[in-house]
C-alpha cells in the first residue's frame, strides 16, 4: 500500500522546535579555565603542588638575593676575607641546590600530571561524543579526530608550562614587592607603576591572539573532515576524474592554515618583544633610582645590590607568562573546541527494557527533526504506523529524510519534537526515549549507507552479530544478500582488512547485507540493500528480502524501482518547503489503489 508523506520546514516560529548547538564566537580563554578543574581532575591537585612550589622557589629566590648581596658587599666594598664568608657562600649554595631541585621536582610533577590530564579529558570526550551519538556531535568527524588526538596534545605546553608560571606569575611578585617596599620604598612604587603595563598589553594581545587562533583550529576542522572524507571516496573519485580536484580543494585549505597559523607565531613573536621591552623599562628605571642615591649615599651597598638582583625577578614570571600563553595557545584554543563539545547536552534517554518487538507496531507520531547543523528540519510533523509482520519501503528523492527516518528507528537520533512508540496488541505504548539505547539496539538489525567489516574472515564478519551460526547458515545468508562464495578467494575463509579492504565495494556491502539478514532481532532496518548491483543481481537479492523477511518486521530504504517488490507497504517522504508543511500531516490511513 502507499503512504505519502511530506517532509519540510517547520512554520516560521514555532517555540517547540530546539535544537542544541555548538557556540563557535565564544573566543574568551580564561587564565585558569575552571572547567579543566570537571574535566581533568588532575589538574586540581597538581594545582595544590604548583603553589607550593612556587612559593617555595620564591622565598629561595629572595634568599639568594639576600645572600649574594651580603656576600658580594663586604668582599668588595669591606674587603672583608673570604674566610669570614664561609658561612654565607655555604648557604647560598644549598639555595642555589634547594632551587634546582624543586625546579626538578616541578618539570616531573608537570609532566606527569600532564599526561594524567590529557588521558583524563580524552577519556571525557570520546566518552561524551559517543553518548551524543553521530547526529548530535556538532562537528565533522575530522575535527573530532584532530581534537581528540593533536587538540589534547597540544595542552601539554599549558599543563606543564602555562600554568605553573601561571602562579608564579602571582606568587613571585607580591612577595618580592613586600621584600622591595621594606627594603628600599622608592624601587617598590617604581615596580606598582610599571609592572601593571604588562599584564594590560598580555590581554590585549591576547584576545587578538585567541581570535587568530580560532580562526586556525576552524580552518584545521575543515582540513581534517575534507581530507576524510577524500580518503575515504579516493576509489570513487579515480574512476570519475575528480581525485585532481579534490587535491587543488585540500591545497588550497592548507595554504589557509598555513596562513592563519604564520599570523599566530607573527603575533607570539611580537608580543614577546613588546612585553621584554616593558620588563626593560622597568627594571632600567630601578637600576637608575638606586644608582642615583647610592652615589648620593641615601643606600646603602647591600640594599642596592639586593634591590638590583631582585628586580629582574619580579618582571620575569610575568613575562614569562605571556610567552608561555603564546606556546600554549594552539592547546587553549583547541580546549574551547573540546569543551564545546563536552557541554553539548545528551539527549535524555531512559533506562527501561525494550518491549517485545514481536507483534507490535512502531509508530511515529507528528514527529519532527531538526539537525543542529541545519536551518530546515529533515522531517516536519510526520506521522506513520509501521505493521508488525510487515516489510515497509520508505521511497522519495534525496534530501526528502529516508535516513533521518532510519537514524530515529535505530534509536542514534531522538525526534526534536513528537515521539517514536512501540504499540503492543493490548493498547499499550512505550516511547523509545524512554528505553536504553543498549536494549533497544538488541532488537534490531540495521544496514547502513556504509557498513563497517572488521579485521577478520568473511565468516566472522557475517556471525559478527552471533558465533553460533554455522557455515551452512552463513553460505545461505550469503546467498540470500547475492554473493557467491565461489567469487571470494577462499570462499568463506577469505580475510578482509579493516573496512572490508581485500574485497570488492559491492561484496562489502552484499557480507553486511548477509550479516544482518543472519540476524534473528524482531526490527530490520535496511537502507539501500541493493545498491551497486546490476539487474540480475538486484532481482536475486530481492527475491532473497523477501524470503528472509517473511514474518517479520522490517523498514527498507529504496531508491530503485525493480527493489520495490521486496516491500508490502510502501511509503513516499516528499519535501515540501511550502509553509502547510507546517500542519500535521497524518499518513496512518491507507492510500488504496497501489498494491507492491
Do not use: C
Request: charged share 15%; proline share 5%.
Amino acid at each position: 500500500m502507499w503512504q505519502h508523506v511530506k517532509a519540510g520546514p517547520i512554520g516560521a516560529g514555532d517555540p517547540s522546535v530546539t535544537a542544541s548547538t555548538i557556540s563557535r564566537d565564544d573566543r574568551t580563554v580564561r587564565p585558569i579555565d575552571p572547567r579543566l578543574m570537571r574535566y581533568a581532575r588532575a589538574i586540581r591537585s597538581y594545582l595544590a603542588l604548583t603553589v607550593v612550589l612556587g612559593f617555595a622557589t620564591t622565598l629561595l629566590i629572595v634568599g639568594q638575593a639576600y645572600l649574594l648581596a651580603h656576600t658580594i658587599a663586604p668582599a668588595f666594598v669591606q674587603h672583608k676575607p673570604l674566610s669570614a664568608l664561609t658561612g654565607l657562600i655555604g648557604l647560598l649554595a644549598i639555595v642555589v641546590v634547594l632551587r634546582a631541585l624543586i625546579a626538578w621536582g616541578a618539570e616531573t610533577s608537570a609532566v606527569r600530571s600532564s599526561a594524567k590530564a590529557k588521558s583524563q579529558l580524552r577519556d571525557e570526550l570520546i566518552s561524551h561524543a559517543a553518548d551524543l551519538g553521530p547526529h548530535g556531535l556538532g562537528v565533522s568527524t575530522g575535527e573530532l579526530a584532530s581534537l581528540t588526538t593533536r587538540g589534547i596534545d597540544a595542552l601539554d605546553a599549558y599543563f606543564a608550562r602555562y600554568l605553573p608560571q601561571l602562579v608564579l606569575a602571582v606568587i613571585a611578585p607580591i612577595t618580592i614587592g613586600v621584600v622591595m617596599l621594606a627594603t628600599d620604598w622608592l624601587s617598590a612604587v617604581i615596580v606598582a607603576v610599571t609592572l601593571p603595563l604588562i599584564p594590560v598589553f598580555m590581554i590585549l594581545i591576547g584576545w587578538y591572539t585567541s581570535a587568530q587562533v580560532d580562526k586556525s583550529w576552524r580552518t584545521l576542522g575543515l582540513l581534517s573532515g575534507h581530507f576524510l572524507d577524500v580518503v575515504a571516496g579516493l576509489p570513487t573519485l579515480l574512476v570519475f576524474g575528480r581525485a585532481q580536484a579534490q587535491a587543488e580543494q585540500i591545497r588550497d585549505v592548507t595554504d589557509k592554515y598555513r596562513s592563519t597559523s604564520m599570523r599566530v607565531l607573527r603575533v607570539s613573536f611580537l608580543s614577546s618583544f613588546v612585553l621584554e621591552i616593558l620588563a626593560m623599562l622597568g627594571v632600567a628605571l630601578i637600576a637608575v633610582s638606586v644608582g642615583l642615591r647610592l652615589d648620593a649615599g641615601h643606600v646603602t651597598y647591600e640594599t642596592a645590590l639586593l634591590v638590583l638582583v631582585l628586580a629582574p625577578d619580579v618582571y620575569l614570571p610575568l613575562r614569562l607568562v605571556g610567552v608561555q600563553f603564546h606556546a600554549a595557545a594552539d592547546g587553549l584554543g583547541a580546549a574551547q573546541r573540546i569543551f564545546a563539545v563536552l557541554e553539548t547536552p545528551v539527549p535524555a534517554r531512559g533506562t527501561i527494557t525494550a518491549p517485545e518487538l514481536r507483534g507490535a507496531t512502531v509508530v511515529l507520531d507528528s514527529v519532527s527533526v531538526v539537525y543542529a547543523e541545519r536551518s530546515v528540519p529533515a522531517l516536519a510533523n510526520v506521522s506513520l504506523r509501521i505493521t508488525s509482520g510487515r516489510t515497509l519501503g520508505v521511497i522519495g528523492p534525496s534530501g526528502a529524510g529516508k535516513s533521518t527516518l532510519l537514524a530515529l528507528l535505530v534509536g542514534s537520533l531522538l525526534p526534536t519534537t513528537g515521539r517514536v512508540l512501540v504499540e503492543q496488541p493490548d493498547g499499550s505504548a512505550t516511547d523509545v526515549r524512554d528505553v536504553g539505547l543498549d536494549q533497544w539496539l538488541q532488537s534490531i538489525a540495521w544496514l547502513p549507507q556504509e557498513p563497517l567489516l572488521v579485521a577478520g574472515t568473511v565468516a566472522d564478519n557475517v556471525r559478527l552479530g552471533n558465533p553460533a551460526f554455522d557455515d551452512a547458515e552463513v553460505v545461505a545468508a550469503l546467498r540470500d544478500a547475492g554473493l557467491d562464495i565461489a567469487e571470494l578467494p577462499d570462499g568463506l575463509d577469505t580475510v578482509v582488512g579493516e573496512s572490508g579492504a581485500g574485497i570488492s565495494t559491492g561484496q562489502r556491502r552484499r557480507v553486511a547485507l548477509a550479516r544482518t539478514l543472519l540476524s534473528t532481532a524482531p526490527l530490520v532496518l535496511l537502507d539501500e540493500p541493493t545498491a551497486g548491483l546490476d539487474g540480475d543481481a538486484e532481482a536475486a537479492v530481492v527475491e532473497g528480502l523477501r524470503r528472509r523477511l517473511a514474518g517479520r518486521t522490517a523498514v527498507l530504504v529504496l531508491h530503485r524501482p525493480t527493489a520495490l517488490a521486496a516491500a508490502d507497504d510502501l511509503v513516499l517522504l516528499a519535501p515540501t518547503p511550502e509553509a502547510e508543511a507546517a500542519e500535521d500531516t497524518d499518513v496512518t490511513a491507507q492510500v488504496p489503489g497501489v498494491t507492491a
